[in-house]
């Protein structure tokens, strides 16, 4: 089950949702059969994940944040839902929710405790560990603090001109698909998305602040100078390009774990693995092979950048043993063979046969 927080912009409010996440054995249609494999079509049944929320309810504004206010109103809640309390689904569900301070210990066994026990009750949600990580890097204390002030100083003028292009109407003037977009607290990874925007759009921008030379344009491009203490003109490409290839490997992560018709918790270790890797390479200068883009060779900024958010992942992402364990029993990846450092390799199969044995030791064979 997941439970997730959105503070209501205009009020305040704290709301809060808890969602049940079940496989379903359902029919397999005529037209779909062609597709199972063979013991699936003589069952002529397949499973299907199926979500389900409960419930959506505000916290009282008299409460508190905290784990204790939080516990009382998913417990109240299904009750008054379901007749079932909250410890009860507790025990049949692992509960999944972002990974502010207070939220581990909701379903801890000590309420006062400051860390909650890292076992099959709680899991982090990874998109919002990634986002947090991405928040971390690109907060201004800790750009400054890695001697990156240039990057925060290009994000805010970035940042103005996306605000500008948006009030002056001068979006609806770009070719389709190059309008400006701006940043949103509450959704993932939109750094990554504005600054790539950005980076796409850069000609016509830049043409299209040419071309004003009304009043009102001269006093938007005032108003910039005056926020952000820079012209349009000196905003440095490459320093926007370098945040895009950073941001890329984590905003591909977090794309990939919001999947709804299927399982991703057994793909967290080896795409964590592999934006590691990513992130080593582009720290060590050596190209970014990018899909989507020619490969490019990284400049210094992106090469600090990698180094800061390696560190920040360190620090940030909270690795449960589920994500290892996931891996075991899954039929075509519990060899680890996919893990190309022995001793890593090792590492996991030991901690997955650990957790596995901890957990579902009464249906393991020895």
Sequence with gaps: MS??????????????????????????????????????????STLKM???????SPLDKSANDTA???????????????????????????LVTYCAATMPNIVGSSISANVAPLDHRWVGCVPHQMNTVLKTVFSRSTLNAAGLADVWSNLEAMRAIVRIFKQGGWNAELPEG???????????????TTCSRFIHASTEVYLLIEKKSSSNAREYWKKL??????????????????????????????????????????????????VKTVLQRISCGIEVINPSSRPRIPNAISMKLAALTLNVLDEKFLFHPIYVGSILLHPLMGTFAWVSDISLRDKYFSAAEKYVKKYFGTYCSP
């Design 3 to 44: 439970c997730d927080g959105l503070k209501q912009k205009h009020t305040g409010t704290k709301v809060y949702d808890l969602t049940l996440h079940f496989f379903q054995e359902t029919q397999v249609a005529p037209s779909e059969r062609a597709h199972l494999s063979f013991n699936s079509r003589r069952n002529l």
């Design 50 to 56: 199926i979500s389900r929320t409960l419930f959506v």
């Design 68 to 94: 204790l206010s939080i516990r009382t109103l998913l417990n109240s809640m299904c009750v008054h839902h379901t007749n079932i309390p909250f410890d009860k689904f507790r025990k049949h569900f692992t």
């Design 178 to 192: 190059k309008a400006l977009i701006s940043e949103i607290e509450t959704r993932f990874g939109l750094v990554h």
């Design 225 to 274: 100078e005056s926020e952000v203490g820079v012209s349009h003109s000196s905003i440095s490409l490459p320093t926007i390009q370098a945040i895009v290839d950073v941001c890329e490997p984590l905003v591909e992560i977090m794309v990939q774990m919001q999947a709804s018709k299927y399982p991703t918790i057994h793909l967290v270790a080896p795409r964590l693995l592999h």
